[in-house]
């Protein structure tokens, strides 16, 4: 195929109850200058029946199997067929907006930008609620600059905190990708962290756009993210091998702040997210090594944001349990305050619609 603009790489894996409305969305895109490259990664439920059905229908699907790896092999192993000028990794449960990827490939094209990104919400699989999903595509740090670099004076200290480190929202140019010799990693989960962020970091220009494009399924039974206790041990793995790299390339100290930051984020998050057994096991490992390596007690407390390094410190003295009961109260705390804010306004709002009544009836020239 000559002119490929986009090579949309999928792994599939046991998609078979979602992958035609994924397919159905990616064929639609008004971008008709793509290939569609689906890498069936060992699936034993009727997948593979439904990726044929549809590369008959659209020969711009081409369809590669291999035993199982995992999405990250699955993504390397499209990477090594994809021809086009740019490349865009979808997973096989998502929905996306039929503009998305000329939208993308136009800004990419117009500012000469390595990377695009925008942005993402989620609906639940299972009652179709839709929800917002910030972490995509954080406002708080994007930057009104656009597009920009990433390791100039206004981006370098939250770049990594703008954008999680997710591809299914983001256009990478291949020849950055080439350039740099980026792989994802092979493991179970988080394979994409590294990846993404060592591609941001790398990027000469990123460019933004504050749409929500991708609807990202949520509540999906065999999903991974179900039961990351298994594996928690990868966010680790990806934290360190996004460090190495940085330290191999040169810019591990003009990055640093945001990326201690990220590290001490995602230690958090998965800290409060996996099952207790799986927090305690994560909690042995840090204590005992983890936490020497990530050397979060090598700065200020002022050098992270917000109040990171003081969660920080309340894990390190109550452990798991005790943090996620504190963490509990506090949420429960903040959403009553924010209701009793909410009641207050409602109560403000009466009061000032009753006195405008009563004004309106004393005015003169009116009877009451």
Known sequence: MADVRVSVIVPVYNAEDTIRACLDDITAQSLRET?????????????????????????????????????????????????????????????????????????????????????????????????????????????????????????????????????????????????????????????????????????????????????????VANSLTQTREKSWRCFFDALTAIRGRLEQDGLFERFERSYMNRALQNVLWNMETVSLSGAKEMEAFLEEEGYAQLKFDGYDADFYYGRLYERYRWLRAMGPEAYRKVLKMEKERDALAAEVEQLKNRFSCRLVDRAAAVFRRLRPGKRG
């Open 35 to 219: 290939e569609i490259i689906c890498v069936d990664d060992g699936s034993s439920d009727g997948s593979v029946s439904v990726l044929e059905e549809y590369r008959r229908k659209d020969s711009r699907i081409r369809i590669i199997r291999q035993e199982n790896q995992g999405a990250g092999a699955a993504r390397n192993t499209g990477m090594k067929e994809a021809r086009g000028e740019y490349l865009c990794f979808l997973d096989a449960d998502d929905r996306f907006e039929p503009e998305m990827l000329e939208e993308a490939w136009k800004r990419c094209s117009e500012t000469d930008a390595d990377i695009c990104v925008w942005a993402a919400d989620a609906f639940d699989a299972e009652t179709g609620k839709t929800q917002a999903y910030s972490a995509a595509f954080d406002r708080k740090y994007v930057l009104k600059t656009n597009p920009f670099d990433p390791s100039s004076d206004e981006a370098h200290e939250t770049i990594l905190q703008m954008f999680n480190g997710v591809p299914w929202n983001k256009l990478f140019s291949r020849e950055l990708i080439l350039r740099t010799g980026l792989q994802f990693q092979v493991q179970r989960t988080t394979n994409d962290a590294f990846f993404v962020y060592s591609a941001l970091c790398r990027a000469g220009r990123i460019v933004t756009m504050d749409r929500v494009f991708v609807h990202r399924r949520k509540n």
